[in-house]
Nanobody, 126 residues
């Protein structure tokens, strides 16, 4: 069982930056693939970025490539999402997720992830 808690969301102007953090409980965090998803009102949950268990295999949605950076610290059981050059279309609730079934393989689909945080709101004003 893994519990995930996100933090760091907020209101920012377009072009600004935010850093989201995800704190995980559980001794097997380091063996899980981890990801960030987001969901805007009326839309399906959307893949943002993911990291394989070692942190060396990273994958990003095209919409955030070059602007968002995912990182993880397995010693601290944490995962971050650094977001720069934010756009109004980045506005959503951001979720941290863990896939306990695959450590090295990243599946950019929310159905592959068993554990979820409660979400943190990111609002980008124009």
């Amino acid at each position: 069982q893994v519990q995930l808690v996100e933090s760091g969301g907020g209101l920012v102007q377009a072009g600004g930056s935010l850093r989201l953090s995800c704190a995980a409980s559980g001794r097997t965090f380091s063996s899980y693939a981890m990801a960030w998803f987001r969901q805007a009102p009326g839309k399906e949950r959307e893949f943002v970025a993911a990291s394989a268990w070692s942190g060396g295999n990273l994958f990003y949605a095209d919409s955030v490539k070059g602007r968002f950076t995912i990182s993880r610290d397995n010693a601290k059981n944490t995962m971050d999402l650094q977001m720069i050059s934010l756009k109004p279309e980045d506005t959503a609730v951001y979720y941290c997720a863990a896939d306990p079934n695959r450590g090295r393989i990243i599946i950019p689909n929310f159905r592959a992830y068993d554990y979820w945080g409660q979400g943190t709101q990111v609002t980008v004003s124009s």
